[in-house]
């Protein structure tokens, strides 16, 4: 859906020259939530920016649907724009416009007639959970309502693809989610391409399905969201998956558990995802004759499943044990660790 090659701008200031994209390449499938973090700094706004030429690159080339944005002229750009949303971390909304009048805003612009722009505007409102709301102003709403508005705006022309710019950095958590809820639910019901920038990995590991770390106007990791989870490997991308999963800094926690709980046989659960259907203790647990006490873990959920550790101590028999043991590690997808047998 989007090609984006050697892509640059750079910014010149009265005595430098800033880069603040330095030849991007990337390329974001259809359908795909794409996520781009980074650092303040790094250069994402400017990269997302660059996309719809809210700021006019430097250098490279974007693609979007076999259409080549960095080639339009004016007239055409306009047009081109209908088919990319975008919205915005402070709404950028027109105040002395309704709720209706703002989400009405692109299709005038957009010649669309009187009738059909009713009808469009009731399923937008509708679609983003703003039923009742439609005549007030922004000054009235709250902040994950006013998002709500520049969202159902930026879906008015039916784009192809959606741009989120730090959409829920102005919004508490649990409005964020609410709004992350509602971009999953247009991706799926619209089967729009979303790309969004966040210096947040809590908002990366909720709702994409890629990622892209940007460090100075560069990619510097790029990948499935699990697989960066899983395996990060530059310094910039561990610090980001700490942000969610907290310091890998276990081995003192774990000499604590082998002296706390001293019998049976300690094990680490590795879930790598996929695994979100299987209720994996329980069923361990009817399974073989053995008890399962759950001693420390942290798991957190992706697009893609559970990720994250467990770790248990079985107790019983030892055959019993064992078996459960082979079991977990044979016939599930959760990868198995023996931190302690048993005696
Ligand atoms: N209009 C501008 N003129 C000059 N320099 C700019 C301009 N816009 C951005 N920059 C510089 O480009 C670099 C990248 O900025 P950008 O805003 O894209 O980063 P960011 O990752 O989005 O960070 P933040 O989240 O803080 O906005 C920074 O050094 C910034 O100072």
Not at 24 to 31: F, H, P
Not at 48 to 73: V, W
Not at 95 to 110: C, M
Request: aromatic share 6%.
């Amino acid at each position: 859906m989007i090609s984006i090659e050697g892509l640059s701008k750079q910014f010149r200031t009265d005595n430098k020259t800033i880069t603040a994209v330095d030849q991007l390449t990337l390329d974001i499938k259809e359908g795909e939530i794409f996520g781009v973090i980074g650092y303040s700094g790094a250069g994402k706004s400017t990269f997302i920016r660059l996309l719809n030429r809210l700021e006019e690159p430097s250098g490279g080339r974007i693609t979007i649907d076999n259409q080549e944005i960095t080639k339009l002229k004016a007239n055409q750009l306009r047009l081109a724009r209908q088919e990319i949303g975008m919205i915005f971390q402070h709404f950028n909304l027109l105040w002395s416009r309704t709720v209706k009048d703002n989400i009405i805003f692109p299709l005038e612009i957009a010649g669309v007639p009187k009738a059909e722009r009713e009808k469009r505007v009731k399923e937008l409102i509708d679609l983003v959970g703003l039923t009742e709301r439609e005549n007030a102003y922004p000054s009235q709403l709250s902040g994950g309502q006013k998002q709500r508005v520049g969202i159902a705006r930026a879906l008015a022309n039916n784009p192809k693809v959606l741009l989120c710019d730090e959409a829920t950095s102005a919004l508490d958590p649990e409005t964020t989610n609410s709004i992350l809820d509602l971009l999953v639910s247009i991706n799926e019901k619209l089967g729009l391409t979303i790309i969004l920038i966040t210096h947040e990995m809590h908002v990366i590991r909720k709702i994409c399905n890629q990622v892209a770390v940007m460090e100075e106007g560069k990619i510097v990791e790029q990948g499935d969201v699990l697989d960066v989870f899983l395996h990060p490997k530059q310094t910039v991308t561990k610090k980001f998956v700490e942000q969610v999963m907290g310091s890998n800094e276990e081995d003192d926690s774990v000499t604590h558990l082998i002296n706390t709980y001293n019998q049976g046989k300690i094990v680490r659960l590795h879930f790598v995802g996929e695994t979100t259907n299987q209720a994996l203790i329980s069923m361990v647990a009817k399974k073989f004759t053995i008890d399962i006490n759950i001693l420390q873990g942290k798991i957190t959920q992706t697009q893609r499943g559970a990720y994250g550790n467990l770790f248990v101590q079985l107790l019983g028999e030892a055959d019993e044990v064992n078996a459960a043991t082979y079991f977990i590690r044979d016939e599930t997808s959760v990868e198995l660790e023996v931190i302690r047998d048993a005696d």
